[in-house]
C-alpha cells in the first residue's frame, strides 16, 4: 500500500486527445506529454502526484492489437505497487475493444484503470481533452474512508459518464457524447458533483493479488447477418484456415435465415470446433435463443448465447479464452458464464 500523496500514472498509446496543431503546417501532430502541464496548467491544482508514461511512437487507435493490450497491462502490472489508479489516452475508434481486454487481462484489479480520450485536440481551444482527463484522474484517484479505491474497475469516462469498459461501444463520431453503455448503467455521472453509483462497482476479493494475463488468439471473425446474405460468402468465411470462433451479429432477439445451406455451415462449423457466439445488432437489449424458433435452432446446432455482449466485448473476450488454450468445452462454458461483469444473465 502507497503512503503519502495519491499518485496517478497517465498512459498516452496515441489517438486525438493528444494532438497539438503545429503552426508551420497547419496540421495536427502528437506532443510530448512531458510538457502535460505546459497544456493543462490545471492539473497543478490537484493534490496528488502525476507520472506520465508515452508510447513511442504514439499509436493510431485503428492500428491497436493484441500486442499493444499486452503492453498496457505490462506497464499497469509493473507499476501497480507505486500509483493508486492509472489513466490511459486512447483514441476512441478502437476504445471499447481496449477496454474490454483489459478488464478480461488484469483479473483481481483493486485500483482504477480509467481509459479516456477527445473528440477534439487537447491543443483546440473549444476542445473536450481537458474536461474529460481532468476527470479521469479525479475519478482514478478517488478513494472511499478506509483507502480503498472507489472505482476498482477499467471504465471508460466520456462526456460525463462513467462507464464499465467491457459494456461500452462507441456510437458517435460527430458529438462530444462519443460512447454509451446501453445494457449497464453509468457507474457514476458527473456534474457539480461526482455521484458514484457504488451498487453498481464490481469489487475484487482483498485477499488475492493482482493476476495479470498476456494471451491472446486473434483466429476470431465477426460475422453481421442481412438480409440476402450469400452461402458463398458465408461458406468461404466458415473455413477460412485457423478460424477458430465467430461472433455472429443476429436479427432481433437472436434470429437467423432458416434457410437450409445456412443452418447446415453452422452447424458443419461447429462440428469442426468452430465455436460460435449470437449477439444482437440491435444496441439496446439481448439475445433470447429460446424465444423464438429461428433461434431456438441456432442452440439446437451448436451456437451460444453471448447474451448482451457489446460486439467489442464478445470479440475480446473469446480471443482471450482461446489464447489461454482453454478446450472448447472450457470456452462454452466460460463465454456463458460473467467473468468481468460483462453479460447480464436472465
Sequence with gaps: MMTGATSVLIIYTGGTIGMIKNQETNTLESFNFDYLLKYIPELKKFNYHIS?????PPIDSSD???????????????????????????????????????????????KPVILTGSQLPIGMLRTDAKENLIT????AAAKNPDGTAIVPEVCIFFENHLMRGNRT?????????????????????????????????????????????YLFDPNVVMLTLFPGIQ??????????????????KTFGAGNAPQKEWFIHQLRD???????????????????????????????????????????????????F??????????????????????????
Design 321 to 346: 479464452l482461446l489464447g489461454h488454450r482453454l478446450s472448447e468445452k472450457e470456452i462454452r462454458h466460460r463465454m456463458n458464464t460473467c467473468i468481468a461483469g460483462e453479460i447480464t444473465k436472465v
Design 64 to 110: 491497436m492489437e493484441p500486442v499493444h493490450w499486452a503492453r498496457l497491462v505490462e506497464i499497469i502490472s509493473t507499476n501497480y505497487d507505486n500509483y493508486d489508479g492509472f489513466v490511459i489516452l486512447h483514441g476512441t475508434d478502437t476504445m471499447a475493444y481496449t477496454a474490454s481486454a483489459l478488464s478480461f487481462m488484469l483479473e483481481n484489479l483493486s
Design 169 to 213: 461501444t462507441k456510437i458517435n463520431v460527430e458529438n462530444f457524447n462519443a460512447f454509451r453503455s446501453f445494457n449497464y448503467p453509468a457507474l457514476a455521472r458527473v456534474g457539480i458533483h461526482i455521484k458514484y453509483a457504488q451498487n453498481l462497482i464490481q469489487y475484487p476479493d482483498i485477499i488475492r493479488p493482482l493476476f495479470p494475463h
Design 269 to 319: 462449423a461447429t462440428e469442426r470446433g468452430i465455436i460460435i457466439v449470437n449477439i444482437t445488432q440491435c444496441t439496446s437489449g439481448m439475445v433470447e435463443m429460446q424465444r423464438y424458433k429461428t433461434g431456438r435452432q441456432l442452440l439446437d446446432i451448436g451456437v451460444i448465447s453471448g447474451y448482451d455482449s457489446t460486439p467489442e466485448c464478445a470479440v475480446t473476450k473469446l480471443m
Design 136 to 139: 479521469a484522474i479525479e475519478i
Design 231 to 248: 452461402e458463398s460468402i458465408i461458406t468461404s468465411l466458415l473455413h477460412v484456415p485457423e478460424l477458430k470462433a465467430v461472433v455472429l
Design 52 to 56: 506520465t508514461y508515452q508510447f513511442s
